[in-house]
């Protein structure tokens, strides 16, 4: 799905807007870096807790010479256990080279258990502890945590688990309360019938 823009001449993948490629396949000679250095969309790199400064600047390098602001996010997946050791010196480093790079937390692939029903999974509280990792590192170093990449299934999957009781609904203070995206039942004159909640839902939160 890699195509020409017919106006510069550069290379997208149509088949996304971000592009990333995973731990084991983050090689800075290898294909998978390759083809993410041949396209102009934004890209990542999953992150792991055997990654060295070294291997980050040689990443760099390959996928965003020039030092584009936006072209490059780096994916932490360290595991909530190793966090906290293993990604300062790499947040030091990129910061030392100078090169803008998006810091993002993925806290789901560094925690994988296997349940006693064979499930792969992972415990809510230690995705939890991981993110928490993460922004106390950037907090201490002084730089700025760029999101979190997570799963999200839309049915009931063991991917997570938690206590239902442990999962708490913020407390938003009033004037900061977000309004609410649930799309409007109540009939309209200047709505088609045909129309679509997801529609209606998409123009109230615009």
Known sequence: ?????????????????????????????????????????????????????????????RLNPEGLPGRLSLITRMGADRIREALPPLVEAVRADGRPVTWIADPMHGNTITS???????????????????????????????????????????????????????????TTRPSSTRASTTSSPSRSPSRSPRCSRAENTR
């Not at 800075?28 to 600047?57: E, Q």
């Not at 499930?119 to 760029?146: M, N, Q, S, W």
């Not at 049915?155 to 609904?169: C, F, I, N």
């Open 1 to 61: 799905m890699i195509r020409e823009d017919s106006r510069s001449g550069r290379l997208y993948d149509t088949s996304a807007h971000m592009l990333w490629v995973g731990e084991r396949t983050r090689e800075a000679d290898g294909a998978h870096v390759a083809i993410l250095a041949g396209v102009h969309n934004p890209v990542g790199v999953k992150v792991g807790p055997t990654t060295s400064p070294d291997d980050l600047s040689r990443l760099m390098d």
């Open 116 to 174: 006693d029903n064979g499930y792969k999974t992972r415990r809510f509280e230690t995705i939890l502890d991981e993110i928490r990792g993460f922004f106390e590192v950037h907090r201490t170093l002084g730089t700025a945590p760029g999101g979190i990449h997570v799963e999200s299934p839309a049915t009931t999957s063991p991917r997570s688990s938690a206590a239902a009781s442990t999962l708490t609904r913020p407390a938003w203070p009033s």
